[in-house]
């Protein structure tokens, strides 16, 4: 395991040690535990953009996509517990 120095200002350092004793834990858990939750969160967000860009490229390849409003009815219906049919893909090229 490394070690490393953070510089912090006296303000967001006093944040850092208030929040920790509120958590029951140390500073030094609170701060790592923050840097994990940032670093996961940057790695979901690289993913979700790798993702996104792939299903567009494949979208415009293929000219076909989903009907929003057949999306959004899939969804309400999922969320209110039913089974519904998959949205089936459209041609969008005309």
């Not at 929040?19 to 670093?39: K, R």
Request: hydrophobic content about 35%; aromatic content about 8%.
């Amino acid at each position: 395991m490394s070690t490393t120095s953070l510089k912090l200002s006296d303000d967001l350092k006093q944040r850092a040690v208030s929040a920790a004793t509120s958590q029951g834990v140390s500073t030094h858990a609170f701060m790592v535990n923050a840097i994990e939750q940032a670093a996961k969160a940057a790695e979901y967000r690289a993913n979700f953009i790798e993702d996104a860009n792939a299903a567009r490229e494949q979208m415009l390849s293929s000219g076909k996509g989903y009907d929003f409003e057949d999306l959004r009815a899939y969804i309400h219906a999922r969320i209110e517990g039913r089974k519904p049919t998959k949205p089936r893909t459209k041609s969008w090229r005309g």
